[in-house]
Every structure is written in structure tokens, then in C-alpha cells.
């Protein structure tokens, strides 16, 4: 594979990773259109940890080069000398669960201002079946006046980015790669290849890639939703779900899902852009919209629980002082985006309870930007009425959980990070 020039479009928790990945192995060019954010690479730091900063270093280059390496930058100009254009950024939903494509169609638009003959135009944003070939390229038609798989052609890789995870990498995970035609999916397929470890599985259509990636965080979500309703049951019946849970993952065919907050960009939106598909081809999707509204209601489901062991303790509840540990979408992870630790926070200020959050690695600038609130990133020396263990990050689980509260405050451990013996209640 020669002469391959490679623009990655989005330099976020899936786009970089990829990005420093190829540049190991080809001239590749980095696009955002944060400023910030390239100021922050171009310095060699990733503010995701998604890359570490030695290795982002490795790759960097001050200057676009025929050779392997690096270069960010948000000027699209110096995106005109590749071929082969990556497509990274994120696939939000609106306040209402509807899908949002901007951020999509707005790259397809930079794309199509670019592109050029004989050139391959690759989407991993996670959208639902169809809307690559159907709502994308002809984005890239119009801003290119080229045709689609005659002057340009298209694949769809999805992105399986773990964020925060750093045993499951980017080149450790089997690569689902596809094309608008069959010899250019093998070119999709050969250019992944040369880089991902866990080797690609070649799709016969870009349909069912896309198909396949939606379901994936689908089939988790709903399966976390029936665990979700399983502890509100074991709740009521005062058994602990944690230990159910262990005891049946005796049985070898035992799938192991755990309760909890289902937030993030992925397995908190994917579902609703798979159900808004269904919809316009005449079908409401009952199951997974069933576990969305289990998911997306178990914020207040936990502040509701801390209030009521507060309640059995007989502890004031209004104007009363809870600390919630951890606010980013998942642990060990300082992405704050969906995060329904949010939900927790509005359902008890509605008692008019007094909250503070501490999150050691989430960017207070961010969650003020995209919240309205302030957290702190040190652990004050106070004691609180009630702790809520919301997150599991690695910095809690050393913490004596007990010396935060008062002698009859409550602990609440959402994630099952401290032993049964010294919570009070764990979802």
C-alpha cells in the first residue's frame, strides 16, 4: 500500500487514538475544529487519556511530510493533499433523545470541499442503517460536484473505542471495516489491517456494519436495564443484587451485567438512533425503548434511596449535606458527556438538600460549560450527612468510605466499590 495520505476528521476520544495509530505507519493529518484542542496535541498532551503523552510526542510532526507521523491542525487547507478522509466525530442526541447529525454533516460538508477523484471518504461515527449512503455522501456530492462510486467511494468502520479502558486499545480490537463497493472495501479492509493488531472482519455492505455497531451498544443497554429493574425487585425484597448476581454467575452460560448509571455517548445514545430508524419505516421498537426509559431513570431512582435511608435515620433531610463521589459517565474516564450522575444531583436538590461533588479527574471548566454547576477536584475535610460512591474510579476505592460521613450518616454505593459491610445501601 503506497502514496497513502490519511485526513482523520475529529480528534476526540475515538479520532485521536486512530489517528496516532496510523501515524505510526503513514503520513496522516489530524483535524479539529476545537483550536484549543490542537494547541493542547500540537503541545503534546491529550486531556482525554485516551493516548498517553509520550506516545502522542512519538508521532508528532510541526509540518505536514511524506513520511509517517502526525500533524493537527484546523485549517482545512492542508487536508486537500489526502485520500483517504476518516470521519470521528461524535453522534449526540438532542434534549428530546432525537438524533443529532450536525456534527456529521458539517465534517461531510469539510469532506466534500476537498475530496478529489479516486478518492475514499471512511465514516466510524455510530449512526443507524442507512444513513452513511443515504444522508452523508450525498453531502460530499454536492460540496464535491463528483459522483458517488464513480469519481469517490465510502466505507464505514465503526469505532469501538472503550474510553478509559487501556487494556482494550484501538489496534487490540477486531475491526469491522466495509465499502460501497467491493474493491473499495478491500482497500478499507487492506488499510486497517496494515494497522490493527486483533486483525478486521469485511462486512458485505456498509448497511450492516453500520448495523452491527448500533446493536452492540444497544444489546448492552438493555441488558443493563433488566439488571436496573432486577435491583429495584431485590431492593423491595431485601436481598442484595450484587450477591445474587455472584452467585449465578456460577452457571457458565451466565451473561455478567451489573446495575447502574447508564450515561455516555455511546450506550446512553446509540439505542435512540436505532429506534428513531425503526420509526421512520413504520415500526416502534418496544424493547429497546422499554430500556432506555429503565436507564434514563435510575438518577433519580438512587437519590430517591439515599433520602429514604437518610429517612430511616432519622437524618434532617432539607438543607442537609451530601457528597457525591465520581461525576464523569464512567470510571477512570474524565468525559463528562451524558452523564447521569446529573440526574442524581437534580433529584436531590429537589429536597433542597445541600450537594457537593468531587471528581479528581473530570475538568471542572467542562462540567460548568456543559452543566451549570461547579465540582471540586480536591476531597474536602468535612463531614456529610450522606456519600453517594457514584463513579468507580480508581482514587476511591482507597478511600475509609465511613470517615466521610457523620456517625449516622449514610453510604450509598452505586457501583459496588467498598465491601457490603461498611455501606448502608448499594444499588
Known amino acids: 500500500m503506497k502514496n497513502i495520505r490519511i485526513a482523520v476528521i475529529g480528534l476526540g476520544y475515538v479520532g485521536l487514538p486512530l489517528a496516532r495509530l496510523f501515524a505510526t505507519k503513514y503520513p496522516v493529518i489530524g483535524f479539529d475544529i476545537n483550536i484549543h484542542r490542537i494547541e493542547e496535541l500540537n503541545g503534546g498532551k ?14 508528532l ?28 466525530v461524535p453522534t449526540p442526541v438532542d434534549k428530546s433523545n432525537r438524533p443529532d447529525l450536525n456534527p456529521l454533516l458539517s465534517a461531510s460538508e469539510t469532506v466534500g470541499k476537498v475530496i478529489v477523484k479516486d478518492n475514499i471518504v471512511i465514516y466510524e461515527s455510530t449512526v443507524s442503517p442507512g444513513i452513511t449512503e443515504d444522508v452523508c455522501v450525498p453531502i ?11 469519481d469517490f467511494f465510502a466505507g464505514y468502520s465503526p469505532e469501538r473505542i472503550n474510553p478509559g479502558d487501556k487494556l482494550h486499545t484501538v489496534d487490540a480490537i477486531l475491526k469491522i471495516t466495509s465499502g460501497s463497493t467491493p474493491k473499495a472495501a478491500q ?3 487492506e488499510l486497517y489491517r496494515s494497522v490493527i493488531v486483533a486483525g478486521t472482519y469485511l462486512a458485505p455492505s456498509i448497511r450492516v456494519a453500520e448495523a452491527a455497531k448500533i446493536i452492540e451498544n444497544s444489546q448492552r443497554d438493555i441488558n443493563i436495564a433488566f439488571i ?44 435512540y438512533y436505532l429506534a428513531q430508524r425503526a420509526k421512520e419505516y413504520g415500526f416502534r421498537p ?44 464512567k470510571e477512570n474516564c474524565p468525559d463528562v458527556r451524558n452523564t447521569k450522575v446529573i440526574d442524581v444531583l437534580h433529584e436531590l436538590q429537589h429536597y433542597e438538600i445541600d450537594v457537593t461533588v468531587y471528581d479528581p479527574i473530570a475538568f471542572p471548566p467542562d462540567v460548568k460549560r456543559e452543566y451549570g454547576i461547579e465540582i471540586i477536584s480536591e476531597l474536602p475535610d468535612v463531614k456529610y450527612d450522606a456519600v453517594i460512591a457514584a ?20 453510604v450509598y454505593d452505586v457501583k459496588g466499590i467498598f465491601p457490603l459491610e461498611v455501606v448502608d445501601a448499594r444499588l
Not at 431513570?297 to 449535606?321: P, T
Not at 468507580?392 to 482507597?398: D, G, L, N, Q, V
Open 46 to 59: 491529550d486531556s482525554t487519556l485516551e493516548v498517553p503523552n509520550e506516545l502522542l510526542k512519538a508521532v
Open 61 to 88: 510532526t510541526s509540518q505536514p511530510s511524506s513520511s509517517p507521523g502526525l500533524f493537527c491542525t484546523s485549517k482545512e487547507e492542508f487536508l486537500r493533499e489526502c485520500n483517504y478522509y476518516i470521519i470521528t
Open 140 to 150: 460530499v456530492e454536492k460540496f464535491s460536484g463528483l459522483t458517488f462510486n464513480k
Open 187 to 189: 482497500k478499507v479492509d
Open 228 to 271: 436496573n429493574e432486577l435491583a429495584k425487585i431485590f431492593n423491595r425484597m431485601g436481598i442484595d443484587t450484587r450477591s445474587v448476581l455472584q452467585a449465578a454467575a456460577t452457571k457458565w452460560n451466565f451473561l455478567p451485567f451489573y446495575p447502574g448509571l447508564v450515561g455516555g455517548h455511546c450506550i446512553g445514545v446509540d439505542p
Open 286 to 329: 418496544e424493547i429497546i425503548l422499554s430500556g432506555r426509559r429503565m436507564n434514563d431513570g435510575m438518577g433519580e431512582y438512587v437519590a430517591q434511596e439515599v433520602v429514604r435511608c437518610m429517612i430511616k435515620k432519622e437524618i434532617l433531610i432539607k438543607h442537609s449535606k451530601v457528597l457525591i463521589l465520581g461525576f464523569t459517565f
Open 391 to 410: 463513579v468507580a474510579h480508581k482514587e476511591f476505592t482507597s478511600l475509609d468510605i465511613r470517615s466521610l460521613v457523620k456517625n449516622e450518616g449514610v
